[in-house]
């Protein structure tokens, strides 16, 4: 997909950082492509997420619902 933005005062790279944090705010876009859109790899766009407050939207609730549910795959 192109898009096509007017002159702004903002690199491309900016822009782009900007999109991918919000659409992954929003859940919008998985972590891997908003890291790939943002042109950084997974652990420097996690980096720019805690450094801008944005959640991974984990909470400690849903890691015991995982381990519950490994317990019930693995029949423990």
Do not use: W
Not at 19 to 34: D, E, N, P, V
Not at 58 to 69: F, G, N, S, T
């Amino acid at each position: 997909m192109t898009l096509t933005l007017p002159d702004m005062p903002m690199k491309e790279e900016d822009i782009r950082l900007e999109l991918a944090c919000a659409l992954y705010s929003s859940r919008k876009l998985a972590r891997g492509l908003a890291a790939n859109l943002a042109g950084l790899d997974t652990d420097d766009f996690e980096r720019e997420l805690q450094r801008r407050g944005i959640s991974n939207g984990c909470q400690p609730h849903d890691l015991a619902d995982e381990v519950d549910a490994l317990n019930q795959l693995l029949g423990r």
